[in-house]
């Protein structure tokens, strides 16, 4: 037998984007399990509602050129990132399965992204499909990067919840230069993909919004200000994690802009040894 094929590593973990098989457990959550807080939780509740079938437009997009792309390092790279983001979707329909225990409608807002997802699909070429990933993109890797650093909001979670935002953030930040890189090589342009941030800024804006309504509303605390006011401040607000995340969203209208230039090589070492070390808080969930 050959012994170079039975210890060969997976691809993409060849080029650190292993996809790592996980199995997250949330019976035992809370139901508002970030903060105490309706407004705080649901949040992260309508951002994971976009998942499942967000994910698989990414990895559709990107397999789209699979064949067409050169180089032994991208191909690797690219098995590695659709090995990791099918593992997202599936885990965050999990993710997505507890609340909608808790009676949230997960379900139809999961159909509602997969209606505007596949209207994408069968109206933009392959190539804009592609740049509407190298931007979403842009989005998980800056928000994945704040939030591994962001040890205030890792006290304010649920241990079990955290641990599926921590890993998500890990490897958004391990493979945030595929779709861009893949983009670069099948002739895509800077005014191109600096335009298409545009509306799809707007579309997941007004998607997140809907989303997050949608999920207030069904605890019946959409218009409650007052309790809501908090939850506004922290994500919103002053210090927040949308103004902290403004000035990278921005370095992508750079010409020269790569998602490299954003160094987290050792912010994703600090958390590998975290989570999946010899004592990381992953070791059980890992499979
Ligand atoms: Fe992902
Ligand atoms: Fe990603």
Redesign the pocket.
């Known amino acids: 037998m050959n012994q170079n094929i039975v210890t060969r590593k997976p691809l993409g973990a060849q080029v650190n984007i292993p996809p790592r098989r996980m199995d997250f457990d949330f019976s035992k959550a809370p139901r508002n399990g970030y903060a105490n807080d309706e407004y705080m939780t649901t949040f992260w509740a309508a951002f994971s509602a976009l998942f499942p079938k967000g994910?698989s437009f990414?990895v559709e997009s990107v397999r789209h050129y699979r064949n067409q792309v050169s180089g032994d390092i991208l191909k690797a790279q690219i098995a590695g990132?659709i090995g990791?983001?099918a593992m997202?979707s599936k885990e965050h329909s999990t993710f997505n399965n507890f609340f909608a225990k808790q009676g949230y409608p997960m379900a139809q807002l999961d159909k509602d992204v997969g209606v505007l997802l596949l209207f994408l699909q069968k109206k933009l070429p392959p190539r804009l499909q592609l740049a509407i990933t190298v931007c979403?993109?842009h989005y998980?890797?800056i928000i994945a990067e704040y939030c591994l650093k962001a040890d205030h909001m890792h006290k304010m979670a649920d241990p079990e919840i955290l641990k599926i935002w921590l890993w998500h953030a890990l490897?958004?930040n391990e493979?945030?230069t595929?779709?861009f890189d893949v983009y670069e090589q099948i002739g895509g342009n800077y005014v191109e993909r600096a335009a298409m941030m545009i509306p799809t800024t707007l579309t997941l804006a007004f998607m997140f919004i809907w989303f997050h309504s949608r999920l207030l509303a069904h605890d019946k605390q959409l218009f409650n200000f007052r309790k809501n006011w908090p939850g506004i401040k922290h994500f919103w607000g002053k210090g927040s994690m949308f103004q902290n995340i403004v000035p990278q969203l921005l370095d992508f209208f750079k010409p020269n802009f790569h998602p490299s230039q954003h160094d987290t090589d050792a912010l994703l070492n600090e958390w590998r040894e975290k989570l999946f070390g010899e004592l990381g808080i992953l070791k059980d969930q890992i499979k």
Do not use: R, S
């Open positions: 994910e990414f990132f990791q983001e997202h979403l993109e998980t890797a490897e958004e493979h945030k595929v779709a």
